[in-house]
């Protein structure tokens, strides 16, 4: 992660403009004209080594030639002038610079390639910022910068849009002009040479006039860098993507477009669900949710109350609503005897209100006043069409005389509303766009807006839950699997054969059936006969993957000589259906028996962009007929597992339906968790398939598995950074106990929250600069679940008991980082502080941060004391003599530029 030079880019004091030109319609013409004529108020420098002005202003001929450096160059000049250009503004001081100019690696050429590489080998000695090449360039429209060659000048606003595509970007901007929605930035990407999402999502994240972030992708580069960004920025304010590329074709047109691996559109879909960021699929429906996420709506769950002065576009709002997933809201009686005694006897008496069409101002104010006010509500959706004895614009005052003074209320659900038509319609809904209420031209978008709400919602919920306590994997456990790996490796093969999975997976202690091997049919039978009952004989090939495919299965055989004989049967059958391939026998399986069991498929795929992937769904032979599935990144915990199988059609038939009891979901949920934690332990798995696993009242077991192995530098790194666990370690204190030190987990919120409550209020003070009772469900959260690829955080943990944490927040730069610690009251004055400080200290070294810093209270004379033991240089802050600033000097790395942390 890197925002490096950034603030050159994006909040520059001067601009050149490399390729400016006189020449009509020409890409010089227009950048220079934006440039001059959008209110910059810094210089701007044409270069054209043929004019002597642009315009009316003076034009150079030659970067050597400009009277300074320019804080911001656009260049827009042949592709193979362009890696000279940059070393010659690099070497002049200039420290970003925007490439227009077209004709680098989205060629696919090698020619591309070589330019572009030679492109950043020019920029990196002077730690040069480049956005594109082959883009439409950058606007910033508070400071009047409009380096483009967009065809109009965006308004000021606190919309961000970054897009890899130049069309999208002046096509919004054309869109949003007309409907007077402002932007922060509009960035145009291209081919993200340097710049990239991750970047820009680190740098959005804290500009204070950004109030929510749009993205246009087609692909993305650096998935773990793209996801700590993203998960950083999605907890601040709402980020809301549209990724193109749904479609195969669309994809192959994605990758043509930007010269990038565009990857699964469904694991995509997974990134942006865990990141906490809400996925729309066109340009109208992204600018529908920022109607309603920009404007600060939050909800606290899925119920809608509609209000309507027409019954037909309150039942069109009702079916778009049960469509989406969401619900009605159940009016309460308090609430229903409000509305009985302010509407006409013929009212709708439920929900939707139907006002009916003489509905005047009042009537809507009264209505809406009660249905504020209902306890089991969570949205209001205020709907108009247009009558000849009643005034919309009317209603509208109405509603919003009401709605604006409940805004201030912590309980008052959000309100949407829909004024239909144009005309007086028009008029409304720009009265409810100057409040900052959400307003819709139809029924079906308000809904949709609605929805939108709920999903973000649902997406930051699942941030913010507490999940149980994972299982530790003993690292015997991992090497027995990794011993199998091993083996088949060794002999030269892709795939494990069904026993050697199924090693794999009882390390992992997911439940196999009983499995014995046989070289012949003759062993096949003894084997049955020691097994007892049904079995299942199966072929065992090397060569064969799909068994069922070539007659390779039989399920329900009883007796050893029904056994021998079937084994014969097979032989012949697999012979002729596989085309003779090699057989090196047979397994022979207990046939599982679960009562109500469901067949399920579990799964391992590594994606190219985001590495390892975990799938759940309905399974069994029609699996890639049913096509009932979900993928999540690795790693889950219980949370994310019951997540992943609630995304399934299949969910609703786990929980139990008519006479059938429910499947045992924890049981399922483990499972996904210890196959997420394989994923990530075992890089050489390439595809693992458990097909079926049975999943009923009883619990689990895997029936059948197929695991397909690579080299495991060959493995796309994971995109989320698993749980550190080589850091877990013992440590000896003062007074001879002994304490485990680890990295924090998502499942020590409860562990955090009993270290407070044990802490004194003073103890409590001094670490929050501010007196606590306790951390809030949300605040608690934000300490556990943290991103190990930009934070750190080590407790101390003493039988099942939190004692102390310290952690460090690293800048994107990953050069510095903030430090704090804590011990709880009763278990201090033992060492531990100076313990875990030791701890983040030689983390911090390891990670090559060059110094850790932080604030203390002048008074908290104790932790001043330890920090100079440990070498902090101590300074003042002059705005507040009461804190003082703590600085310790690590070490002095090669700075580098959008370095992969």
Known sequence: MSIRNLDRMFRPGSVAVIGASNRERSVGRVLSRNLLSGGFEGPVLPVNPKAAAIGATLAYPSVEALPFAPDLAVICTPPDTVPGIIDTLGRRGTKAAVVITAGFAETRSADGRRLSQAMLDAARPHLMRIVGPNCVGILVPSIGLNASFAHLHPTSGDIAFVTQSGAVATSVLDWATHRGIGFSHIVSLGNMADVDFGDMLDFLLADGKTRAILLYVESITHAPKFMSAARAAARAKPVIVVKSGRTADAARAAASHTGALAGSDAVYDAAFRRAGMLRVFSMVELFDAVETLAYGSRIVGDRLAIISNGGGIGVLATEALSDAGGRLAELAPQTMARLDACLPATWSHGNPVDLIGDAPGSRYADAVAAVLEDPDTDAVLVLNCPTAIADSREAARATLEVVEPARGKRQSPPVLTSWIGEGAAAEARRMFASARIPSFETPEQAVRGFMHLVRYRRHQTLLTETPQPLHEWTAPAIEAARGVIAAAAADGRSMLTEPEAEQVLEAYGIPVVQTLTAAGPDEAGQAADRIGGRVALKILSRAISHKSDVGGVRLGLEGGERVREAAREMLATVAERSGGAAVDGFTVQAMASLPHAHELIVGVHRDPVFGPTVLFGKGGVEVEVVRDSAIALPPL?????????????????????????????????????????????????????????????????????????????????????????????????????????????????????????????????????????????????????????????????????????????????????????????????????????????????????????????????????????????????????????????????????????
């Not at 997540?643 to 399922?668: C, K, M, N, S, W």
């Not at 002994?738 to 103890?763: F, H, K, N």
């Not at 330890?866 to 003599?881: A, H, I, Q, T, W």
């Open 637 to 901: 915990n219980s949370v994310l597992a019951q997540d992943l199988i609630a995304q399934t059609r299949v969910h609703d038939l786990l929980r139990g339906y008519r006479d059938r009891p429910a499947a045992d979901l924890e049981a399922i949920q483990r499972v996904l968790e210890r196959v997420g934690q394989l994923a990530l332990d075992l890089p050489e798995v390439a595809e693992l398939d458990i097909n079926p696993l049975l999943a009923g009242p009883a619990g689990v077991i895997a029936v059948d598995a197929r695991i397909r192995i690579q080299p495991a530098d060959e493995a796309a790194r994971p995109a989320i950074r698993p749980y550190p666990g080589h850091l877990v370690h013992d440590a000896t204190l003062e007074d001879g106990s002994v304490v485990t030190v680890r990295p924090i987990r998502p499942e020590d919120e409860p562990g955090i929250a009993d270290m407070l409550a044990r802490s004194s209020p003073e103890d409590l003070r001094l670490r929050f600069f501010a007196p606590i009772r306790q951390l809030s469900h949300e605040s608690a959260a934000r300490l556990t679940q943290i991103d190990y690829g930009r934070e750190m955080a080590f407790v101390a943990v003493e039988d099942g008991d939190l004692l102390g944490v310290s952690r460090l927040a690293e800048d994107p730069e990953g050069e510095t980082a903030e430090f704090a610690v804590m011990v709880r009251t009763d278990r201090q004055k033992r060492g531990l502080g100076e313990r875990l400080m030791a701890d983040l200290i030689g983390y911090a070294r390891d990670r090559g941060i060059t110094v850790l810093h932080g604030t203390v209270m002048t008074e908290n004379r104790r932790m001043l004391a330890l920090c100079e033991k440990l070498g902090f240089v101590r300074s003042s802050l002059p705005d507040d003599p009461g804190i003082a600033q703590l600085t310790l000097p690590l070490a002095t790395p090669e700075p580098s530029v959008n370095q992969e942390r």
